[in-house]
């Protein structure tokens, strides 16, 4: 995040699943580079 910052792009970290549709969109109208990081939370696959 702090690297893209020192860029100059815009950055944003996602941590709740309903935040990551607004954030995208907030993004998708930036006028120049952005970074989104989003978090996932690992499940184990009952595959495995």
């Known amino acids: 995040?702090?690297?893209?910052?020192?860029?100059?792009?815009?950055?944003?970290r996602i941590e709740q699943p309903q935040d990551?549709?607004?954030a995208i969109q907030q993004h998708?109208?930036?006028?120049?580079p952005t970074v989104l990081e989003v978090l996932i939370e690992q499940k184990?696959?009952?595959l495995l």
């Open 1 to 12: 995040m702090q690297i893209a910052r020192g860029f100059g792009c815009e950055a944003k």
């Open 20 to 22: 990551l549709v607004p």
């Open 28 to 32: 998708l109208q930036a006028k120049g």
């Open 44 to 46: 184990q696959s009952s």
